[in-house]
C-alpha cells in the first residue's frame, strides 16, 4: 500500500489579516502619523460590508471557540476567510440546502450567563450575514460541537433540536412559519438524522436506532433491534450521513463499521472492521492492547459522490477515542476496503471533505514543532497543501452537503 507525505506549501496565515486589521484601527486612533492615518470621516474600502454569492461547495464553516464564538466562512480554493456566522457559545449551525439561510440552535442569557434564559433558533441572511429573525423554542442542551444535534429536514422546511430539558427530547421546528410545532419525547437516544417523509432516526443506548414518524397529534416511534454495545463498544456521534439516498455510515470505537438504509423499517447491515479493511489486525476492547483505532473530535469525513469515508486513526489502546489522529485512511466502504493512507505531519482532531468532484480535505490540526494549530487545506488528488491557515479556530467543520 503506497503511504503518502504531504509537504507543506507557502501558508497563508489568518493572524495576518488580524494583524492588519489592528494596524488599521491604530492608526485611525492617531497611534501612526498623520500622514499614513486613513480619513476618519470616509469608509475604509477594507472594512465595507460585501455581499456574499451563494454558498459553493468549496466553503468550509469553522466553529471557532470559546474565545472567539461564532463559525468562520473559508473558501478552499482561495485560502481567504470570507464572513463570520454570528453565534453564542456551545451552539450549533445549520446550512439550508437551498442556501436560503443560515440558521443557529443557541441558548443566551439576559445577562451573560445569567438572567432570563432564551433558547432559540437565529436565522441570518446568508448574503449579507445579517440577522433576519428569531424562532423561541423550549430549553435545548447545552452542547456545542455536534454535527447531528441540530438537523434540518424536508428541504430545510423542518428543524429538529436535541434537547435535554429536563429529559432527552427532540424539539420540532417550522421553519417555513418560524414557529416551534412540539417536543417529542426520545428516553436514552440521540444523534439525529432526517427522514424524508417521515421525520427523523437517532441512535440510543440500548443499541437500536429509533425511528420518529412526527405527522399526527403523537408522534410514532419504533426501534430496530440492538446492534452495537453503548456500553462495550459506542458508536462515535459523528458519522457519515447522505440526505439523498437516505443511507448512514457508522463507525464504532473498535473500529467496526456499519451502514444502514434509513426509512419507516431501517435495515442495518453486518458490520466489518476498518483495520481489516487496511490489511492490519483488527482492534479490541482489552486492556493494554495496542491497535490501530479511529478518534479525534471529528474523527470521519464522508464523500457522498464516491462513497468514501475519511477517518482519523491513531495507534493506542481502547478508549483514547479522543486522541487525535495521526493518519486519514480513505475507506471505500461499500468495497470493504482502505484504498490509501495518509500520514499527517502534525496530529488532526477534526476532519472534513467538500463535496466536490475533485474533493479537498480538511483537517483541524494541533499544535506541533512547525507552529501553532491550523487549519489545513489538501487537494485529495494530488497531496497537495494548498492553505494553512492558522488561528481560524478548531472546533467542528462543516461543509455545503446536497
Known amino acids: 500500500m503506497k503511504m503518502m507525505k504531504f509537504q507543506g506549501k507557502s501558508s497563508l496565515s489568518v493572524m495576518g489579516r488580524t494583524t ?5 484601527a491604530l492608526a485611525l486612533a492617531g497611534g501612526v502619523p498623520a500622514a499614513h492615518a486613513a480619513d476618519p470621516l470616509q469608509p475604509d474600502p477594507e472594512l465595507e460590508a460585501v455581499s456574499l454569492p451563494a454558498a459553493k461547495p468549496s466553503w468550509v464553516f469553522v466553529e471557532r471557540g470559546f474565545v472567539v464564538p461564532g463559525n468562520a466562512i473559508y473558501d ?5 476567510m470570507l464572513g463570520l456566522v454570528e453565534a453564542s457559545t456551545l451552539s450549533d449551525l445549520a446550512i439550508d440546502p437551498a442556501g436560503k439561510a443560515f440558521y443557529v440552535s443557541e441558548t443566551i442569557w439576559t445577562k451573560g450567563w445569567r438572567g432570563t434564559r432564551q433558547d432559540m433558533i437565529t436565522v441570518y441572511d446568508p448574503a449579507t450575514l445579517k440577522l433576519k429573525t428569531e424562532i423561541a423554542m423550549p430549553g435545548r442542551i447545552l452542547i456545542g460541537g455536534r454535527k447531528f ?9 423542518t428543524a429538529y433540536v ?3 430539558d429536563p429529559a432527552s ?3 420540532m421546528v417550522d421553519l417555513a412559519k418560524g414557529k416551534f410545532v412540539k417536543k417529542i419525547e426520545l428516553p436514552g437516544c440521540a444523534s ?23 405527522a399526527g397529534a403523537k408522534p410514532e416511534i419504533t426501534r430496530s433491534a440492538p446492534f452495537f454495545s453503548a456500553t462495550n463498544d459506542p458508536i462515535f456521534d459523528n458519522f457519515g450521513y447522505d440526505r439523498a ?17 434509513l426509512g419507516a423499517t431501517p435495515t442495518i447491515s453486518e458490520p466489518f472492521s476498518i483495520q481489516t479493511a487496511a490489511g492490519v489486525a483488527p482492534a479490541d476492547t482489552k486492556p493494554l492492547d495496542v491497535h490501530w483505532y479511529p478518534g479525534a473530535r471529528q474523527g470521519l469525513a464522508y464523500h457522498l459522490g464516491t462513497g468514501h469515508a475519511f477517518v482519523l486513526m491513531h495507534t493506542g489502546e481502547y478508549w483514547t477515542h479522543k486522541a487525535a489522529g495521526t493518519e486519514v485512511w480513505e475507506l471505500d466502504v461499500a468495497a470493504k476496503k482502505v484504498v490509501k493512507r495518509i500520514p499527517l505531519e502534525n496530529p488532526a482532531s477534526a476532519i472534513a471533505i467538500t463535496q466536490e468532484t475533485n474533493p479537498k480535505l480538511i483537517l483541524s490540526t494541533e499544535r506541533g514543532e512547525d507552529g501553532p494549530s491550523a487549519l489545513v487545506i489538501l487537494d485529495l488528488k494530488t497531496g497537495e497543501q494548498k492553505f494553512r491557515l492558522e488561528n481560524s479556530g478548531g472546533g467542528v467543520l462543516r461543509t455545503l452537503e446536497p
Open 20 to 24: 492588519a486589521a489592528a494596524v488599521c
Open 162 to 164: 436535541y434537547n435535554l
Open 169 to 171: 427530547s427532540v424539539n
Open 149 to 157: 444535534n441540530f438537523v434540518l429536514a424536508d428541504e430545510g422546511k
Open 76 to 80: 478552499t480554493d482561495t485560502g481567504k
Open 245 to 261: 439516498k437516505q443511507t448512514a455510515v457508522f463507525l464504532t470505537y473498535t473500529g467496526q463499521v456499519y451502514t444502514a438504509k
Open 192 to 214: 439525529l438524522m432526517p427522514v424524508t417523509g417521515i421525520g427523523f432516526s437517532a441512535l440510543c443506548s440500548d443499541g437500536s436506532l429509533a425511528t420518529v414518524k412526527t
